[in-house]
């Protein structure tokens, strides 16, 4: 079936270039591929391709399109690898990383809010990448031991620290990339781990909705 929004998904795309957002071949082909607008509330399809965080319901976002494009660059998936998202949401970042790790990799995202949990596997299945990521319920901050280590961890809401856990079920030689801050500003924290030495940038300023949880705000 043809799409009726590729050539609005296409724009945004070419736009994110002209930018110097999107820069390397696998994350333009990804933002190619995924349908952002399956992944928004069906009312807010038109707006799905302009550059802005969205609604997804129960008070959260959607992040905006360059956000997303800049932490998949810094992140620098690679093929087979094994992803932890933090703050599923609607499955978005998710799909997108999901897109990139391939068939021989995998991403497990934590959502706390079940009906967005809910919304996010329905997505992912509309998407056409429920197969390369798994959605769990709970509090992402505690981690995700059953899976651990991962090559990248990525979350996608403010924390007031780098939660232990995250840390810890990091692989050597992984990434990740957390804003960390207060509930109203954040930096964007690339942390690299290399046998004992953690190496960290700050890759500047960003807003997030607040993680809620043990190691998050109350
Ligand atoms: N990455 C998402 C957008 C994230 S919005 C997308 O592509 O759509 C941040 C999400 O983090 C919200 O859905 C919020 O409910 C969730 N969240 C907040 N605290 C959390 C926690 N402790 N564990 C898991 N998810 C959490």
Redesign the pocket.
């Known amino acids: 079936m043809r799409d009726p929004y590729s050539g609005r998904r296409e724009d945004m795309v070419d736009r994110l270039k002209e930018r110097g957002v999107l820069r390397t071949p696998k994350v333009i082909e990804a933002m190619q591929k995924v349908p952002r607008h399956l ?1 928004v509330p069906r009312g807010m399809r038109e707006s799905a391709y302009y550059d802005t965080p969205l609604g ?1 319901g ?1 008070g ?4 905006a399109p360059h956000m ?1 494009g800049m932490m998949l660059e810094y992140l620098e998936f690679h093929e087979g690898q094994k992803v932890l ?10 799909a997108l990383a999901g897109h990139i790790v391939g068939p021989s990799g995998h991403v497990y995202s ?4 079940p009906s ?1 949990a809910r919304r996010a596997i329905r997505n992912l299945e509309a998407g056409g990448l429920s197969d390369r990521v798994d959605v769990l319920l ?4 505690e981690g995700v031991p059953d899976h651990a280590p991962y090559d990248r961890i990525f979350i ?2 403010a924390a007031p620290e780098i939660p232990p856990p995250l840390m810890e079920e990091l692989d050597d030689g992984g990434k990740l990339l957390i804003p960390l801050g207060s509930r109203y500003y954040q930096d964007l924290i690339m942390l690299e781990k290399q046998g004992d030495q953690i190496r960290r940038r700050s890759l500047g300023g960003c807003v ?6 043990k190691y ?1 705000f109350s």
């Open positions: 992944f997804i129960s959260q976002t959607i992040s997303v998202e933090v703050g599923g949401g609607s499955g978005y970042h998710a934590v959502e706390r809010i967005l709970g509090d992402g901050s996608t809401c997030f909705v607040p993680l809620i949880g998050g």
